[in-house]
């Protein structure tokens, strides 16, 4: 079965403080993975598409990469700002995937100033 | 270019109640995906519509769900005879064709008295 783990599920940071959020995933092949944010209330905002082991996409102060069994996003220098809790999903290939992301849970990141 | 509309933002239903989700998807994007949050849950996959098509529904409860993209309007995600367990947020994404990513709107959030 297809499925994602994202680790940890809250993470507490100084401003400044850099870190990783991790996302473990096993899926039949695996098509994409996305990385979205959310605040409070809000709908997914899309932050970085990964397609193959080796490849990183940055924006800003984070930083997203891509090995056959996980992927990392690393923040780096946070602000307040950057609170939010942080989504991973997986797009399997193969005839019975029509596209839809498989979600992992999110990571609650905090920054305090 | 407006983003992903969803309205109502907040839906409340009594029990036995019907709940209508309406979902305009961007300028130009013509697939259509559903998903539900439930508290401290990931998004869960719901259905996936083109206009006038249902591609996949595989997410969707088999009973009182049902979803349609008409060739004019809206897409609605339709809940009959609302329960309790209904009570969550429902998201729209929506995707260029030809593309991989999924770019969602603000939600619903439905409560069932």
């Known amino acids: 079965e297809d499925q994602v783990t994202q680790s940890p599920e809250a993470l507490r940071l100084q401003e400044g403080e850099s870190s990783s959020l991790n996302c473990s995933y096993t899926?039949?092949?695996?098509?994409?993975l996305f990385w979205y944010r959310q605040d409070p209330g809000k709908g997914p905002e899309f932050l970085f598409t990964?397609?193959?082991a080796g490849e990183e996409k940055e924006k800003e102060r984070l930083k997203a990469t891509l090995t056959k069994k996980e992927s990392f996003l690393h923040i780096t220098a946070p602000k307040p700002e950057d609170s939010a809790t942080y989504l991973c999903a997986v797009q399997a290939e193969g005839g019975g995937s029509q596209g839809n992301l498989i979600f992992g849970k999110g990571t609650k990141l905090s920054v305090k100033p | 270019n407006a983003g992903v509309m969803q309205n109502p933002r907040h839906l409340v239903r009594r029990r036995g109640q019907e709940a209508r989700l309406r979902c305009s998807p961007m300028k130009g994007h013509s697939h259509v995906y559903w998903y539900r949050q439930l508290p401290e849950e990931g998004l869960k996959f719901m259905v996936y519509?083109?206009?006038?098509?249902?591609?996949?529904e595989s997410g969707m409860p088999k009973e009182r769900f049902s979803a349609e993209f008409p060739k004019e309007g809206p897409s609605i995600l339709r809940i009959q005879q609302v329960v309790r367990g209904d009570s969550a947020a429902y998201f729209c994404?929506?995707?260029?064709?030809?593309?991989?990513?999924?770019?969602f709107g603000p939600g619903t959030r439905l409560t069932v008295l």
């Open positions: 990964l397609y193959s």
């Open positions: 899926v039949s092949g695996l098509r994409g």
């Open positions: 994404a929506s995707r260029l064709a030809g593309t991989n990513e999924q770019f």
């Open positions: 519509l083109q206009k006038e098509n249902i591609i996949d």
